[in-house]
């Protein structure tokens, strides 16, 4: 086994019985497919109207919620209306509706949800990234004494709902029948659905405060004269688009054959190469060989071959580079993610007197 083995993950095929995803699904659950790792993401494809989750927050860690086209390759084709609910106060939240690709930064203690997809015009990519290695979540109920609770869920303690001697492992199961069960009151002309949203639905229609609009960002597109990537590109880039972000990637949508980067380091922050297909809906409809070295220092590097959505952490002070892709036979989705406010790179160099220099270069992502 090589060195940095432990740093290349295959994504796995995730069946499940989630109601209006699309399977399989694509998930990075951090620490529990990689040790160490400071990320826990999925790659989720949204086909229908429903409604997730309840107002909770997360007690010490950002969350990125990223609503947008499920299709890359058309990525500002949105098609979708979604509600998502903000606020320091669960009971009295602000309401923001998507119409357009949009990332939603969620610092620690901020409360957020439920999401309504009212509308699915066409798939929608919902992807909530969280930038620690294991998941969970703070909620907040009322007792029958009218005092407050506050209960810890997270993965690996969540228990299943139908079998308690057993862990949750997501499957969607209960999710379905719940979904199932609205649908079939519906049918009779019943309401639970939207009597579950009623009351967020009339926290809406109390004066804005405009606090939470700065956590929510749409998408500009980037466009360029680069043939190696679909114009026009989208990314988010950190501080200089939102103020107090943790975080900078692109969607390069690669389309031929082609070498992106060189040889560099990190110094003092991890990072993530994600490579998957450009289509979150058959996120698995990879068809690609890429080559890309890791090593100590640039003279001693190992070359991995990639061949199927695959996610790399590359630890700081890890050389790596260039990303090669040798064959594309259909657009790859190749995600720089760099979990930190600003960019910032060391590369070797030869100064004048023939030894090596080492040059930080920051500020933007790699040309």
């Known amino acids: 086994m090589g060195k940095f083995d432990d740093l290349i993950f295959t994504i796995p095929k995730e069946f499940h019985k989630w109601y209006g995803f699309a399977a399989p699904r694509g998930f990075f659950r951090g620490t529990t497919m990689m040790p160490k790792a400071k990320l826990y993401m999925d790659f989720t494809s949204i086909t229908k109207e429903l409604v997730m989750e309840v107002p909770h927050t997360h007690h010490a860690v950002d969350e990125y919620l990223v609503l947008a086209t499920a299709d890359f390759n058309n990525f500002f084709d949105f098609d979708a209306e979604i509600d998502v609910w903000l606020g320091d106060d669960p009971e009295r939240m602000e309401m923001f509706t998507i119409t357009e690709p949009t990332i939603i930064r969620v610092p620690p203690k901020l409360y957020h949800c439920p999401i309504n997809f009212r509308r699915i015009g066409k798939p929608v990519l919902f992807s909530a ?162 080559e890309i070295s890791m090593g100590d220092d640039p003279d001693h590097m190992e070359t991995f071959t990639i061949t199927e959505p695959t996610v790399i952490r590359v630890p700081p002070n890890t050389w790596h580079g260039p990303v090669v892709f040798k064959r594309v036979g259909a657009p790859i989705n190749f995600m720089p993610f760099y979990p930190s406010g600003n960019y910032g790179r060391v590369v070797r160099e030869t100064g004048v007197d023939g030894k090596p220099v080492y040059v930080y270069k920051g500020s933007d992502l790699p040309k």
């Open 129 to 290: 990234i969280y930038l620690d290695g294991d998941w969970s979540k703070i909620n907040r109920r009322v007792n029958e004494e009218g005092r407050e609770e506050f209960t810890y869920d997270g993965a690996g303690i969540r228990r299943c709902i139908k079998d308690r001697s057993k862990e949750c492992i997501y499957c969607g199961q209960c999710f379905s029948e719940m979904m199932k069960e609205f649908a079939d009151k519906a049918k009779k002309e019943e309401t639970p659905q939207a009597d579950l949203l009623a009351p967020f639905y009339e926290m809406s229609k109390l004066p804005r405060t405009g606090k939470f609009d700065r956590y929510v960002y749409a998408y500009k597109p980037e466009n360029h004269d680069d043939p190696r990537f679909l114009s026009p590109r989208v990314g988010f880039r950190g501080v200089s688009e939102m103020e107090e972000s943790r975080l900078v990637y692109l969607h390069n949508i690669v389309q031929k054959a082609c070498t992106v980067g060189e040889v560099h380091m990190h110094h003092a922050v991890e990072e993530y190469l994600i490579f998957a297909g450009s289509d979150i809906t058959h996120f698995f409809d990879f068809d690609a060989e890429i």
